[in-house]
């Protein structure tokens, strides 16, 4: 029993995008040509002036051990920074440097969740949470979203079902992965004083505070009596254009962001050295390369928004935040007789799609476990990583096949 694998595995999830990319990519290897809407990666460059300070501190020999909470410069830098755009105080000590944001729902999970203890969070969402509640052997305890007004927002009454005696911790994507629905100043007004009334956790998962076209970004931070009990997950992945980079931060009260820097000592010692110097660079330096990133995706938005809606049988809800459209394609599907409650069928449509057309898109199911409740059809398209000529010349490829 020697090469026997932990059981505790079984409990471990994964980003299941990256499956539906293992199919593009196999697809592609066969000599197919491939429009990747499936994965939020981006294929826009990082700003040269971050390049170039990662550059100047490998050359300056900063590249070895830092401190397990980051080098203070970046915490300073950070801290300065969410204290001006969110309007609150936050001391350097507050701030914990990650290699990435996503490795703060596992360690805030770790400090805060007792076996046994329920986890409120978006379903559909970012896998990880549901990947880590039951890793950690918490109770999941998933909440929804509806189409209200041509926009998603979350379901209040799923969170008021979702609840029982045993609720801990309420995750809130605020800008959402996958719907991009955009929640607003009423939804975390009522979502905080559920928090307070509760005597909840929270972790405000913010990777898209900064990606939005119009209006302003609502976040937990807004709301006030929150301070002592909120981790806001930050990161320089999508405003910068630093996916790859792997640069983030825990944000929140000193007691528990000490507990998550102890938790960095264990599993990683430290966030690469050179690269916490062109966080701050990113934080401090020109930030006109960051603004064209933003055109950039508006421009996207605007022409792939444009180009479903042309499609018989398609509908997009509106989203001003995100670079994800979570598009309705419940009469395409039932038109080419595929049966809703066949999962099977989901994956089937998905892939019939990516080989007759070459599009590759992500379905309602790699967002989390599909619900009972639910009676549409949805699919992702994310247009971080696919320019608008080659969205363009892929979609008029797929409106001609769902059309057929």
């Known amino acids: 029993m020697g090469n026997r694998i932990a059981s505790r595995i079984d409990h471990l999830g994964t980003e299941t995008a990256f499956a539906v990319s293992g199919d593009a990519a196999a697809w592609a290897s066969s000599g197919h040509q491939v429009y990747p809407f499936h994965l939020g990666d981006m294929n826009i460059r990082t700003p040269e002036n971050i390049i170039e300070a990662a550059h100047r501190a490998m050359l300056d020999g900063n590249t070895g051990y830092t401190p397990a909470a980051g080098i203070p410069a970046l915490r300073e830098a950070l801290a300065d920074s969410v204290s001006q755009s969110r309007g609150i105080a936050v001391d350097p000590a507050q701030v914990s ?3 990435g944001g996503k490795p703060v729902i596992g360690k805030f999970l770790t400090a805060v969740m007792e076996p046994g203890d329920g986890v409120l969070y978006p379903n559909p969402g970012y896998p990880i949470y549901e990947s880590q509640v039951d890793f950690l052997g918490g109770r999941a305890q998933p909440y929804s979203y509806v189409v209200e007004g041509g926009r998603f927002r979350f379901d209040r009454r799923s969170v008021e079902a ?58 937990m931070l807004d709301a006030e009596g929150l301070e002592d009990r909120t981790v806001v997950l930050y990161t320089f992945s999508k405003k910068y254009a630093m996916t790859g980079w ?38 401090t330096g020109d930030q006109s390369g ?23 049988g398609v509908s997009v809800p509106a989203t001003d935040a995100t670079f994800y459209l979570f598009a309705d394609v419940t009469e395409v599907f039932d038109r080419m007789g595929y049966q809703h409650d066949r999962e099977e069928d989901v994956q089937a449509f998905r892939v019939k799609s990516m080989q007759e057309t070459g599009v590759s898109f992500c379905s309602r199911s790699h967002f989390g476990r599909v619900q009972p409740a639910e009676e549409r059809v949805y699919v992702r398209f994310a247009y971080s990583g696919i320019d608008a000529d080659v969205a363009d010349e892929g979609l008029t490829g797929l409106k001609a096949f769902w059309e057929r």
């Open 97 to 99: 440097i990650q290699p």
């Open 162 to 219: 979702a609840l029982d005696e045993t609720t801990r911790v309420l995750i809130v994507n605020a800008q959402h992965n996958p719907t991009g629905a955009d929640a607003d100043a009423a939804d975390i007004a009522w979502l905080a004083a559920l928090a307070r009334e509760r005597d909840l956790w929270v972790l405000s998962d913010d990777p898209y505070i900064d990606i939005r076209y119009a209006g302003r970004s609502h976040t």
């Open 246 to 283: 792997r640069l983030g931060a825990a944000i929140g009260p000193q007691g528990v962001i000490d507990v998550i820097t102890k938790i960095n000592t264990n599993d990683e010692s430290c966030t690469s050295h050179f690269i916490q110097h062109a966080g701050i660079e990113a934080l």
């Open 290 to 312: 960051s603004e064209q990133i933003l055109e950039t995706l508006r421009a996207r938005r605007d022409l792939i928004v444009d180009r479903l809606e042309s499609i018989d």
